[in-house]
């Protein structure tokens, strides 16, 4: 099966899925936006996988975080978690 065959068919199965459960993942009577099914497919959380350090304290007595743009290093770490979403799927939606 193509890769692109696999991606549509993960779309079908997942979107099946928050459909015949949508108390699961959002309040009763709220629907789904595109817009959130695209920043799940974009999340490296959901594959498994974790970015340490997005962001970083500047000032501990306000806590005060910002974005880090290259600042403090970052860290990509695989296979922390279960993933939800197979990675050749996250791999073709970037």
Known sequence: MSL???FWSFLCSF????FDYPTFFR???KKW????INKI???EKYIGDALLQKTYTTDFLNKTRVKNN???PQYYVEDTHEAIIPKEIYLQVQ
């Not at 979107?15 to 928050?18: E, K, L, R």
């Open 4 to 6: 692109q065959l696999q």
């Open 15 to 18: 979107s099946i899925f928050i």
């Open 27 to 29: 309040d009763e009577g």
């Open 33 to 36: 936006h595109t817009s959130t």
């Open 41 to 43: 497919l974009r999340n």
């Open 70 to 72: 290259g600042l403090v």
